[in-house]
Every structure is written in structure tokens, then in C-alpha cells.
């Protein structure tokens, strides 16, 4: 199975357009202390020529024009090898780079009941697609099932999804407080109501195992972790290549640095530090690589000499970076 890594920042990217942070004004001088990245997204397939996506970012055009496997074929006008979209969730940094798809032949989607009703009803994604290209949906098996490419032949992967206690999307409709999200969310206060007030559910937020059928190799991909229970913690240690949520570094990093006001945890995301962090957990796993991923612009990570990135790298931990590659 081969993996490559096409966006590794959280939502926004690496700089953000609208952000001054110092990670963010050392990714635009280019110091060589911080790499600039896009929005989270993974290719994998089981025979270069058939290719999986893993969330589709709203940076996807420009992903695909940095990895030529996931151009068109040299003898077709028009084509993709790309067969099919697996989401993890309906945070607009995992989906919105399915609109861009849209000039193609119809578009299959695998997402859980939640994830398709979310875009559905909350951005009218399959309304829109149905004027353009049209959608199919799939909904992913809780057990080691063939992943099929559309024309039914077998990827020479399976994969399963494991369901995760997260949070629905921001623009979900809430009616905790009588008025929708966009009348309210201008207003920081309204916001942490707005994050605090998403009722969490395990068909919200899924990750995936895959397995490669003919070298069995093993990869769970988990880029919104909301905690580390015991269940998690039973499937990090059945893999060889577990790309893992880096999202944030510590709980209030996001307070600290001035731009939100609410914790890691109001937003799905575990943090890479403290007691209950995923480090310490990571640290003791006894599998080959151990990638961070979906890592927001404020976390100290992207620092290349900094503390932080040294801890990682001393727990046998990685900072995935864009055009990153692994084999399993």
C-alpha cells in the first residue's frame, strides 16, 4: 500500500491567510524553520494506478497538481484515477474539496448516515453535485470489508471504519439558544456556546483501517480524535502505519495564543501534550511509523528546532509534512 500525505494543516493551512502568528510569519519568509502546508488530505492505493482519498481538502486542485499519480491518464482527454472519497467527518477542511471535483464522472463517496445528512442539509452538497457530476453515496462497514473501486473490481485493499465519539460540524442547525448558527457565531461568547452546545455522537467523526490484501500491511488513519479511550487505544496497536490527530499541542493552545476561546477538547481534538494527551500514549506503541497529522498553525510543532517537534521525534513519533510518502 503506498501513502502519501497531500495536506497535513488543520483547517486554514499553513499560513493562514489571515493569521500573524509566529508560525504563520515563518512560513511566509520562508526561514526553513517551519514548512508551509495545505489542508489535510491522503492518497493511498494498493497498485499505483487505482487511488483512494482520504477527505477531499479545499486545497485538492493544487494537491493533485503536486502528485502526477493522481493526474489524468497520458491517453485520455479527460479522466482521474482517483475512485473514490472516504470522509472522516463534514468539517468544511475535509469536504469542501469535493465541489472542486465536480467536472468529472459521478463522484462515490463513502461517509457514515450523519456525514452524508450533515453536507446534505447543511451546505447542499448533493443537490449542487447533482447539477454537475452527481454522487453516490457509500456507507462504510464497521467490518473488514473489500473496498471496491466503481466498476466493482477489488482496490486489493479493505477497510473498515471506526467510530469515534465527535462532534457534528459548526454550520450543523442548533436550537439550543432559538436562533441558527450564523445569526450568533460573530460574537466570541456565542461562538464557545456554539462549540459547547454539539451534542457529540460516534456517527459524527469516523477513522479507517485499511489493509493492504497481498503484502498485509496495516494503516489506520485518524485525523479528529476527540479522546483516548480504551477502544482507541486497542486499534493504535494493530497497525504498522497509524497517521494520528496533531491538531493542537496543548489543551489551551488556542486561548494562549489569542485566537479562539475555546480548549482543544470543545473542539474534537485531543492535544499532543499533558496527562491525557496522545504523546504518551504514542510513545509506547510498538509499530514501525507514527505520523502526526491535521496539525493547526498555532501548535508548536511545526517549529522545526523547537521543544515541542524534539518530544515528538524522541517519543519515535513524526511531523507529517506535504509530499510525504510511506509504504506498508
Same mark, same amino acid.
Given at each position: 500500500?503506498?501513502?502519501?500525505?497531500?495536506?497535513?494543516?488543520?483547517?486554514?493551512?499553513?499560513?493562514?491567510?489571515?493569521?500573524?502568528?509566529?508560525?504563520?510569519?515563518?512560513?511566509?519568509?520562508?526561514?526553513?524553520?517551519?514548512?508551509?502546508?495545505?489542508?489535510?488530505?491522503?492518497?493511498?492505493?494498493?497498485?499505483?494506478?487505482?487511488?483512494?482519498?482520504?477527505?477531499?481538502?479545499?486545497?485538492?486542485?493544487?494537491?493533485?497538481?503536486?502528485?502526477?499519480?493522481?493526474?489524468?491518464?497520458?491517453?485520455?482527454?479527460?479522466? $482521474?484515477?482517483?475512485?473514490?472519497? /472516504?470522509?472522516?467527518?463534514?468539517? #468544511?477542511?475535509? *469536504? &469542501?474539496?469535493? !465541489?472542486?471535483?465536480? +467536472?468529472?464522472?459521478?463522484?462515490?463517496?463513502?461517509?457514515? $448516515?450523519?456525514?452524508?445528512?450533515? /453536507?446534505?442539509?447543511?451546505?447542499? #452538497?448533493?443537490? *449542487? &453535485?447533482?447539477? !454537475?457530476?452527481?454522487? +453516490?453515496?457509500?456507507?462504510?462497514?464497521?467490518?473488514?470489508? $473489500?473496498?471496491?473501486?466503481?466498476?466493482?473490481?477489488?482496490?486489493?485493499?479493505?477497510?473498515?471504519? &471506526?467510530?469515534?465519539?465527535?462532534?457534528?460540524?459548526?454550520?450543523?442547525?442548533?436550537?439550543?439558544?432559538?436562533?441558527?448558527?450564523?445569526?450568533?457565531?460573530?460574537?466570541?461568547?456565542?461562538?464557545?456556546?456554539? &462549540?459547547?452546545?454539539?451534542?457529540?455522537?460516534?456517527?459524527?467523526?469516523?477513522?479507517?483501517?485499511?489493509?493492504?490484501?497481498?503484502?498485509?500491511?496495516?494503516?489506520?488513519?485518524?485525523?479528529?480524535?476527540?479522546?483516548?479511550?480504551?477502544?482507541?487505544?486497542?486499534?493504535?496497536?494493530?497497525?504498522?502505519?497509524?497517521?494520528?490527530?496533531?491538531?493542537?499541542?496543548?489543551?489551551?493552545?488556542?486561548?494562549?495564543?489569542?485566537?479562539?476561546?475555546?480548549?482543544?477538547?470543545?473542539?474534537?481534538?485531543?492535544?499532543?501534550?499533558?496527562?491525557?494527551?496522545?504523546?504518551?500514549?504514542?510513545?509506547?506503541?510498538?509499530?514501525?511509523?507514527?505520523?502526526?497529522?491535521?496539525?493547526?498553525?498555532?501548535?508548536?510543532?511545526?517549529?522545526?528546532?523547537?521543544?515541542?517537534?524534539?518530544?515528538?521525534?524522541?517519543?519515535?513519533?513524526?511531523?507529517?509534512?506535504?509530499?510525504?510518502?510511506?509504504?506498508?
Amino acid at each position: 500500500m503506498r501513502i502519501r500525505l497531500l495536506g497535513t494543516a488543520a483547517g486554514g493551512g499553513v499560513p493562514q491567510w489571515n493569521c500573524n502568528c509566529l508560525i504563520c510569519r515563518e512560513a511566509r519568509v520562508s526561514t526553513g524553520r517551519v514548512r508551509p502546508r495545505t489542508q489535510s488530505s491522503v492518497a493511498i492505493s494498493a497498485d499505483d494506478q487505482h487511488w483512494f482519498l482520504l477527505n477531499a481538502s479545499p486545497d485538492i486542485r493544487a494537491q493533485i497538481e503536486a502528485f502526477p499519480p493522481l493526474q489524468p491518464p497520458g491517453q485520455l482527454i479527460r479522466g $482521474s484515477p482517483i475512485q473514490a472519497v /472516504l470522509l472522516t467527518n463534514a468539517d #468544511l477542511d475535509h *469536504t &469542501l474539496g469535493l !465541489f472542486l471535483l465536480r +467536472e468529472g464522472t459521478k463522484l462515490r463517496v463513502h461517509a457514515t $448516515s450523519a456525514v452524508r445528512q450533515s /453536507l446534505t442539509e447543511g451546505i447542499s #452538497l448533493t443537490s *449542487t &453535485l447533482s447539477a !454537475f457530476c452527481g454522487i +453516490e453515496w457509500v456507507c462504510p462497514p464497521s467490518k473488514p470489508s $473489500s473496498l471496491l473501486n466503481p466498476d466493482g473490481s477489488h482496490s486489493g485493499l479493505f477497510y473498515q471504519a &471506526l467510530p469515534l465519539v465527535g462532534l457534528p460540524p459548526r454550520f450543523e442547525k442548533l436550537s439550543r439558544d432559538g436562533l441558527p448558527i450564523s445569526d450568533r457565531a460573530h460574537k466570541p461568547a456565542a461562538a464557545q456556546r456554539q &462549540l459547547e452546545g454539539r451534542s457529540p455522537s460516534p456517527d459524527h467523526v469516523v477513522g479507517y483501517r485499511f489493509v493492504d490484501s497481498h503484502t498485509g500491511g496495516r494503516l489506520v488513519f485518524l485525523p479528529d480524535v476527540p479522546a483516548m479511550d480504551q477502544t482507541l487505544k486497542s486499534w493504535l496497536a494493530d497497525c504498522d502505519v497509524l497517521l494520528f490527530d496533531g491538531t493542537f499541542w496543548a489543551e489551551n493552545e488556542m486561548q494562549e495564543c489569542g485566537v479562539a476561546a475555546g480548549p482543544a477538547s470543545s473542539m474534537g481534538h485531543v492535544p499532543i501534550s499533558g496527562p491525557v494527551g496522545s504523546l504518551a500514549v504514542l510513545k509506547e506503541l510498538k509499530i514501525s511509523q507514527k505520523v502526526y497529522i491535521h496539525i493547526n498553525n498555532t501548535n508548536p510543532v511545526l517549529l522545526e528546532n523547537s521543544a515541542e517537534r524534539a518530544a515528538v521525534l524522541a517519543a519515535g513519533c513524526t511531523v507529517g509534512h506535504d509530499g510525504m510518502d510511506l509504504s506498508v
